[in-house]
């Protein structure tokens, strides 16, 4: 441990602690979030919506909240979502029923780091927002990486924290309230890829490049 990790310890975020966050955010989240989220989202469903053309159309989305994103797939893709916590997914259960979203097989209460999927089910994996929020995001990305076939599209958007400058103070002193907030407002590149992950693209994407879209080909 540093002694900059000793002056800002990380709360560590588990599972039920993720369910007790997603159950207070899901009413307000569209509210609260949706906007300031809303380009990263459009960004990476519309690099989805481009790599399927040669990747394939089978698209999963990890973390699918209130699916916010559903309505902006193509609708030859068969995308299924899923999400740990049930209050998030009803919401969005209730938006692909209100606006009849046809590319959307199936919403599901599932566990990231540990999915029901057999090897290579889908040709694209997406996370938006939600590598930074499961408990382990080097499970998630190996999760991803299986349940998806060699050659596929692995997406990320998120914000990662900065190296330095007054960003970087307000992230190591908030990553304390991370199972209030409900996500690690210092998490970092590297607490996802190794300096072995092959990635293909990253797009900085508004407001003030806040967030990155990160574009990986899954190595299987
Ligand atoms: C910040 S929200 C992002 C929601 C959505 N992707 C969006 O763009 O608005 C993070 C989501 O990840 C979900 N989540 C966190 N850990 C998870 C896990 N281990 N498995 C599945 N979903 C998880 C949360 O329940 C929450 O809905």
Not at 78 to 94: F, N, T, W
Not at 176 to 202: N, V, Y
Request: proline letters at 5%; aromatic letters at 8%; glycine letters at 8%.
């Amino acid at each position: 441990m540093s002694e900059g990790d000793r002056a800002h310890p990380r709360a560590a975020l588990d599972a039920a602690s993720v369910r007790d966050a997603y159950r207070r955010w899901a009413g307000i989240y569209d509210v609260v979030f949706g906007g300031v989220s809303a380009p990263g989202r459009r960004r990476a469903v519309a690099a989805v919506n481009r790599l399927s053309q040669t990747a394939g159309r089978r698209v999963l989305e990890v973390g699918v909240g209130t699916g916010l994103a559903l309505p902006d797939y193509k609708p030859e893709l068969e995308v299924v979502g899923i999400d740990l916590s049930r209050d998030m997914l009803l919401k969005a259960k209730k938006r692909v029923a209100e606006e009849k979203l046809s590319a959307v097989h199936g919403l599901m209460e599932m566990d990231a780091e540990s999915m029901a999927f057999a090897d290579d089910s889908f040709d694209i994996a997406v996370a938006m927002y939600t590598a930074s929020v499961v408990p382990d995001a080097k499970k998630l990305f190996a999760e991803m990486s299986r349940v998806v076939r060699p050659g596929g599209q692995l997406l990320f958007v998120n914000h990662f924290a900065a190296d330095d400058g007054f960003r970087w103070w307000l992230e190591r002193t908030t990553s304390p309230l991370a199972r209030i907030l409900g996500w690690h407002p210092d998490f970092k590149l590297s607490d996802i890829f190794t300096p072995e992950t092959q990635i293909e693209r990253m797009e900085a994407c508004p407001p003030i490049a806040l967030f990155t879209l990160v574009e990986v080909r899954n190595e299987g």
